[in-house]
């Protein structure tokens, strides 16, 4: 079975951030065979203990504490206006609900791991705004280290977008420099130690991670309860052995909605899973209930159309721009190949809904689709299963017990294998 390290560099893919924030090719995360590096401790990554914004709706000016000088780059991107900080992998110890409230030019920002090795801050603007000054200033006269970004208001027609660097290569050696931790590599090919495994891939995807949290409840976030189910669930397959696994990601990771599916189709998996947990607001009454959810063109009704908008955001809610669709798969979605996977992922989720309804509790209407970026791989079968209601007391109760999770994973688990034993017994190992 593939090291950690190798299930790791599976996680690259061509994100948007390379051309956003592109040039640093000498960082890769390489694939290797030797065993997984220890985990630096967060103790000695840079402190942020404090942030906070000044000014008006004309000038606004943000200061973020550390124990340390740091480097970083900025992006300025449109559609919604936003503006995009990115500085080596932080220690973020800041008060619980900074950055959800804002100030002059700045309606609120957020903050996190976006891959390993970088954090990111992500300011949404009340409107166009250009960067004025930024800059690290040194500890002195009792004062910390401190990264300041002084923002200015601008009309729309003298709002300049950071232009992506594929788009204007000869921008490529001016932005050569950037942090070594800011862009990471693409996937590396599979092995022939993981091509001759012969084993089918099964591919889990915890959702959201790093900067995107997801929902929140009660102290609760999405990106945590899902990663602890998809690992949970990871480690019950590797367990029976019958599997290659592959996580999306096993840490608190951003991932971008596209590398996700990057990852099953390079590995031909025969099944990719993902695993989330969704939220209503208050006015929108209470619902609760795990739902398994597939790919569509049209929406099973308002609410999957509702989570559907609120999942594909996820790269924009990490300062991603990722409007353009590739055109492989928007052509290949009236292929046959296509059509085919649909009814593979159709027959799943039937029959991952028989096993769970009998150990948990499922939603009243357990069975919806819409058109899910993150399911869109034409050749792999796929479902989204959100796991229960953060916003639901019950179900959050649910979420965070190890005796329920271990329930939901033994259904999952037992639903995997009857999916495949039938498939491969009919069409062989998919990779």
């Known amino acids: 079975m593939a090291s950690r390290t190798n299930q790791r560099v599976l996680l690259g893919g061509a994100l948007l951030c390379t051309a956003l924030l592109a040039g640093a090719d000498s960082w890769r995360l390489r694939a290797a065979e030797s065993q997984p590096q220890p985990a630096i401790a967060a103790a000695n990554f840079p402190i942020a203990s404090a942030a906070r914004l000044a000014g008006d709706a004309k000038q606004t000016r943000f200061v973020l504490d550390l124990d340390q000088t ?8 449109a559609d919604p ?31 996190g791991l976006v891959m390993p090795g970088g954090s990111r801050i992500v300011f949404d603007l009340t409107g166009p705004a250009k960067i ?11 004062q910390p280290a401190r990264l300041v970004l002084e923002l200015e208001e601008v009309d729309r027609t003298a709002f300049v977008p950071t232009i992506p660097a594929e788009k204007r290569p000869e921008l490529r050696p001016a932005i050569a420099d950037a942090p070594p931790a800011t862009v990471p590599a693409a996937p590396a090919p599979e092995t022939a130690q993981q091509k001759a495994d012969g084993r089918p891939v099964v591919v889990i995807d915890p959702g959201h991670g790093g900067i995107d949290n997801g929902t929140q409840s009660s102290g609760e976030s999405e990106k945590n309860l899902v990663l602890a189910f998809g690992l949970a669930l990871r480690d019950r397959l590797e367990k029976a052995g019958k599997y290659r696994v592959v996580m999306t990601r096993d840490d608190d990771t951003f991932i971008p909605l596209n590398d996700r599916t990057k990852i099953a189709r390079n590995l031909k998996a025969a099944l990719f899973v993902s695993i989330h947990a969704d939220a209503l607001p208050k006015a929108e009454g209470d619902a609760q209930g795990a739902t ?100 639901n007391k019950g179900d959050l109760g649910h979420l965070v017990s190890e005796g329920w999770r271990s329930k939901a994973v033994g259904a999952m688990a037992q639903a995997i294998d009857g999916f495949l034993a039938k498939r491969l017994a009919t069409a062989g190992p998919s990779n």
Request: glycine share 6%.
């Open 70 to 77: 740091v480097t970083f780059r900025t992006v300025t991107l």
């Open 81 to 111: 206006y936003r503006v995009v900080v990115d500085v080596p992998q932080l220690n973020f110890q800041l008060p619980a609900g900074t950055g959800t409230g804002g100030r002059g030019l700045v309606k609120a920002f957020r903050y």
């Open 132 to 142: 004025a000054n930024s800059y690290v200033l040194e500890a002195a006269n009792g």
């Open 292 to 391: 398994i959810y597939t790919l569509s063109d049209k929406a099973s009704d308002a609410e999957a159309q509702r989570l559907a908008d609120a999942e594909n955001r996820a790269d924009a809610i990490a300062g991603f721009n990722l409007a353009e669709e590739p055109t492989d798969v928007a052509d290949i979605l009236i292929d046959l190949t296509q059509r085919e996977t649909r009814t593979f992922s159709n027959r799943f989720a039937r029959l991952l809904m028989s096993e769970m309804k009998s150990s948990v509790r499922m939603h009243k209407h357990p069975l919806k689709s819409a058109g899910f970026r993150v399911l869109k791989a034409p050749d792999v079968p796929s479902v989204l299963v959100e796991i229960g209601y953060v916003s």
